[in-house]
């Protein structure tokens, strides 16, 4: 590296190659909880299984006098899935529950 160019980079920000936007795909899938058939013994069946598909970007922010900024981007259940993770009717369990619908979220971190 040059003199010049070491005398710039003192003063100055610059992108290295680690400096990089990133995105993330993610698969959740699960083989349901149990639940119990009327008429059928306390939690003898499962319900259907289900997959949730996650998405996520995440870029670099340059201040100028921070470092560590970042801003994200994410979608939780991007094909907009409708699943049932439990029914209500197994042990213990007294209401149904359903997985979370299209989410979209975004945040800012800074690292000190």
Same mark, same amino acid.
């Given at each position: 590296? =040059?003199? +010049? +160019?070491? !005398?710039?980079?003192?003063? #100055?920000? @610059?992108?290295?190659?680690? +400096?990089?936007?990133?995105?993330?795909?993610?698969?959740? !899938?699960? =083989?349901?909880?149990?639940?119990?058939?009327?008429?059928?013994?306390?939690?003898? !069946? !499962?319900?259907?299984? %289900?997959? /949730? &598909?996650?998405? #996520?970007? &995440?870029?670099? @922010? +340059?201040?100028?006098?921070?470092? *560590?900024? $970042?801003?994200?981007?994410? &979608?939780?259940?991007?094909?907009? $899935? &409708? %699943? /049932?993770?439990?029914?209500?009717? *197994?042990? *213990?369990?007294?209401?149904? /529950?359903?997985?979370?619908?299209?989410?979209?979220?975004? *945040?800012?971190?800074?690292?000190?």
């Amino acid at each position: 590296m =040059s003199p +010049d +160019d070491l !005398a710039f980079i003192t003063n #100055s920000y @610059i992108h290295t190659d680690h +400096d990089q936007t990133r995105f993330a795909v993610d698969l959740t !899938a699960g =083989s349901g909880l149990r639940t119990t058939n009327p008429g059928g013994s306390p939690n003898g !069946a !499962a319900l259907p299984g %289900y997959q /949730q &598909v996650n998405f #996520s970007i &995440v870029q670099p @922010i +340059d201040t100028g006098f921070l470092k *560590g900024m $970042e801003l994200r981007f994410d &979608v939780i259940n991007l094909f907009d $899935e &409708v %699943y /049932q993770m439990r029914s209500g009717t *197994g042990l *213990g369990v007294f209401a149904p /529950q359903f997985g979370l619908r299209r989410t979209f979220l975004a *945040g800012l971190t800074q690292r000190f």
